[in-house]
């Protein structure tokens, strides 16, 4: 898995990746990581990348990944929301790149929400 240490970087993995942003743009499902400051210096962009690899590996092109800011919950941080159409937006916290498969998995594919690393929901 190549690391990512910039924003080349990222750029270099989004054009390997057979055009998978565009693919997703048009996505049903939204994941939306904080990459702030906060959340980078946290981990995120290690969170980042186990997200885009393993959408990859799973083909799962009918998702839309976004980045945000810094939201205010930087003791929380990395944060990703999952936003699944008709159900509540749940918000994962204190993740690392090691959490993503099992989330990937349980919640993007089976629909199950993996609580344990849960710090917010809005309906």
Request: charged share 30%; hydrophobic share 40%.
């Amino acid at each position: 898995m190549p690391k990512i240490t910039s924003l080349d970087d990222l750029r270099r993995i989004k054009e390997a990746s057979s055009d998978l942003t565009a693919a997703r743009s048009q996505g049903r499902t939204r994941v939306i990581v904080g990459m702030g400051t906060c959340g980078i210096a946290a981990g995120a962009r290690d969170v980042m990348q186990a997200l885009m690899v393993e959408l990859e590996k799973r083909d799962l092109r009918d998702v839309s990944v976004e980045t945000t800011g810094c939201i205010g919950m930087c003791q929380q941080e990395p944060l990703v929301d999952i936003i699944r159409p008709g159900e509540p937006r749940i918000t994962y916290g204190r993740l690392t790149a090691s959490d993503i498969p099992r989330i990937v998995a349980e919640h993007l594919v089976n629909g199950n929400i993996v609580a344990e690393k849960v710090i917010g929901r809005t309906e």
